[in-house]
């Protein structure tokens, strides 16, 4: 499921910027690493020549697939300056004498159409550009997008930043935060497979029950990583069930996958009940520390944690669930799910 705050954003018409040329071939190979692989894909980069961010030169992306579900259109802005990269979507800000948060505030407000505040970075990154933060408030508590503003204050860039000089691969990893996730397997194998997924969709459901058998089979060969992306907007027990993982995973955690296979085996009959009983007899049922676990499951530091680990998937444009980064890959899982699932099944050497 997609984050309907992305896509609207996506929606906009970019403006985009008049430069001299880069080397096409070596932004389209970048291009196509960090963007999420499809079936059959096609992918052209061409530049556009239109005013855009200041120092950076502004090419259109467009990537098309045999599954209809997977492709996009963006736009990755390259400094020759810098070689740094941002790949997303370029919006232009109201061009009056307000404060550059207001018009920041009031643009993104244009495309959610709720309330929201901004605060822009005093101190400029690489090229000139200034860190962005857009905050809605939640029932959860504050959630946090991102972005950058460049030197003019002109343009808002909601997208991941990167350098042409460094793998996307490696950009993307570290900026996921993975040692948030939870790992088994073996850290060494030349093998590593990262999940994004929440506990109440049910293509990630149809997912997991597909690909755990695979990874169970073979841990000595993978390095797997479970990261959870509760998309709250749309799940109403998303945010309690990756609570209630989290802190069985802290409290528990040999338990931990017992539980993940529990909730996607049981999430229909799940989806009939609170959730604070289901973990609360789960617990009990299986002699764990309710108590301890409790605290945890309950903890607003870990809740406001939980939001920031969304938040940084959503930067780096990973707002769909279920997503797998294969060998620094990201791919989604479409309605069927096979080319991922071949995939995981290459990358594990199963036949």
Known sequence: MRNHFIAAFAALVPTLALAAPADVGTLKSYAAQSLSKCPDQKLTVERVDKESPIGFIAYLVTQTSSDSTCGRQTTLLYSPLTQQTLLGTVIDLPSDARNVEVRVAERAMEVLK?????????????????????YKQTEYGKFAFHGFVDASER????????NLLMPPSKTLIDSLGIQNGVRRGNPKAKAQIIELSDFECPTCRRAHLEIEPLIEKRLAKVDYIRL???LFEHHEWAIPAAMAARAIAKVAPKEYWKFANYVYTNQEEIGKRKFDDVIREYCQDRDLNWPAVEKIYRSPAERAALL??????FDIGINSTPTYIVNGQVMGFGPKGS???KAVKDALGVK
């Open 155 to 162: 343009f808002l860039i909601v997208g991941t930043r990167g």
């Open 339 to 341: 080319f991922t699932i």
């Open 308 to 313: 920031e680990q969304v938040s940084h998937a």
């Open 228 to 230: 959870d992306l509760p």
């Open 114 to 134: 709720q309330p929201l505040t901004a605060s822009v970075s005093k101190f400029p990154l690489p090229d000139r550009l200034k860190a962005v933060s857009i």
